[in-house]
């Protein structure tokens, strides 16, 4: 009798050791929509930075896409994507930090105010809805270089955005 228990007992820690490849198995198979759905995204300033690859292609008003490993570059990269195709991410200005020590925090100070107050002068109110925006910022490595820009950026929290968020000129 315990050998049969025995066999049993090994079948059932056999399953029990393959449900976590079944899980991530089917969740392959689910749909975009429901994977990863735990709530609005937060970006922050070290989402991207100035060392993520691809970055300096992107200009003021471009949009691109979130940081993804790219086998092709061997790294992590933003890709610039036309607004249009529902991009991740929107570069709505570059500021530029003024020279001194390598602080961080005193950089993500000035980065967060400074990409604040262009954020505040492009969207208010009902424009703002559904919006929000972080910097990205130069690294310890970029900053010895000589990089003091920092990119601001918008997105919307709850997925890719519908065309460019920035506002028409009035004229």
Request: charged letters at 20%; a negative charge; one cysteine or more.
């Amino acid at each position: 009798m315990t050998g049969t228990r025995q066999a049993g007992d090994r079948r059932l820690a056999r399953r029990w050791t393959l449900l976590p490849g079944f899980l991530v198995l089917g969740a392959l198979f689910l749909p975009p929509s429901t994977v990863g759905t735990a709530g609005p995204t937060v970006k922050g300033e070290t989402f991207i930075t100035a060392e993520t690859g691809g970055l300096l292609h992107i200009e003021a008003g471009e949009c691109f896409t979130d940081p993804a490993y790219s086998p092709e570059a061997a790294e992590v990269v933003v890709l610039y994507t036309p607004c249009e195709e529902q991009a991740a991410n929107q570069s709505y200005g570059f500021v530029h930090a003024p020279d001194g020590e390598w602080d961080p925090a005193a950089l993500a100070t000035f980065a967060w105010e400074s990409c604040r107050r262009g954020f505040d002068s492009n969207w208010s109110g009902e424009s703002a809805s559904g919006l929000a925006f972080y910097p990205v910022m130069p690294t310890r490595e970029t900053w010895d270089d000589g990089d003091r820009d920092v990119m601001c950026a918008v997105y919307s929290p709850e997925g890719p955005m519908n065309g460019s968020a920035l506002p028409l000129a009035k004229w």
